[in-house]
């Protein structure tokens, strides 16, 4: 029971996928990258029900709230920058955000094992039977080399010093449809998935070499158009990219639609091609929360 007395914050961040999305629920290594973007919840006491005081309010999130925290005594604020719908882990970081806040005002620290099986228990629910690489790099941040469990392996890598520029090419759909459906390829599209896993343990070894990273994320987006995860918006959009000065561009996440990442090696001209364009974006590196 959460004594109502309290009142505390948690947080979880947003994250793009470098390399292995996909690959990664067949056991093969992801590196995912943990953005300074971020999900708060605040929750603070009230008498009554425990309401949604702010914060997009729908089916999946009721559910949340509903098996997660008492019925009552409780205000929930949700605050975020992370867009949501667009592949960067909207929610695995309310996930984590979530299970923080409850734990601080229940005054019981949470060790990174608890955090990872509580946030990835909220993450079922949105959706089905997830790796956990996204409520992990939402936990922690930074670059990670991820490897599924139980227990995931995970291993903070040194901090690149390239940057990203991220792509809107859309709204994507649900996470666990287009898992379903590399799910039905399986294990036809066996040769593509291990190749995937070989090219994250490629940029695991060489994440300072730019021209090689973005080598690989060239070689991870046609196989991922191979599995049957791009769209026509994603493929324009990375073919966009690289026509206007990105060394590597790819989909990042489940795929479908959502962001495309691109290296440049003068990420600032490919910016002023963006803005002329007038395409959404954001311009980003790895980020560690204090
Ligand atoms: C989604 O951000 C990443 C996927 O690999 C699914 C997962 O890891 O659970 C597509």
């Known amino acids: 029971m959460i004594p109502t007395e309290h009142c505390a914050k948690g947080s979880g961040q947003g994250k793009i996928i470098l390399c292995g999305e996909h690959a990664v629920v067949y056991g093969y290594p992801a590196i995912a990258l943990g953005l300074s973007c971020t999900t708060t919840v605040t929750l603070s006491a009230k008498s009554g029900p425990t309401e949604l005081e702010s914060g997009e309010a729908h089916a999946t999130l009721a559910t949340v709230i509903q098996q997660q925290l008492p019925a009552e005594g409780l205000r929930i604020a949700i605050e975020s920058d992370v867009p949501i719908g667009k592949g960067m882990g909207s929610s695995a970081a309310l996930a984590v955000a979530l299970v923080r806040a409850r734990a601080s005002v229940q005054r019981t620290p949470l060790s990174e094992a608890q955090t990872f099986q509580q946030s990835l228990a909220i993450e079922k629910l949105f959706h089905g039977n997830p790796s956990g690489l996204d409520n992990t790099v939402a936990a922690l941040g930074g670059v990670l080399r991820f490897e599924k469990g139980p227990p995931p392996t995970v291993t903070r890598l040194p901090m690149p010093n390239w940057s990203l520029v991220i792509l809107d090419a859309g709204t ?80 990042s996440g489940a795929g479908g639609g959502g962001m495309v990442i691109a290296l440049s090696l003068q990420p600032q001209e490919l910016l002023k091609e963006v803005e002329k364009a007038g395409i959404s974006a954001l311009h980003t590196r790895p980020w560690i929360p204090t």
Do not use: Y
């Not at 379903?180 to 040769?191: D, E, K, R, T, Y």
């Not at 291990?194 to 090219?199: K, N, P, S």
């Open 172 to 251: 994507a759909p649900a996470t666990k449809e287009m898992v379903q459906q590399v799910a039905l390829g399986f294990p036809s599209n066996s040769a593509v998935i291990e190749q995937i896993g070989a090219l994250s343990e490629a940029i695991a070894a060489n994440l300072e070499d730019q021209l090689f990273v973005a080598s690989c994320m060239n070689e991870n987006q046609a196989l991922l158009v191979e599995l049957g995860v791009s769209s026509e918006p994603l493929d324009t959009m990375v073919a966009w990219a690289r026509n206007h000065g990105a060394v590597g561009a790819k989909l």
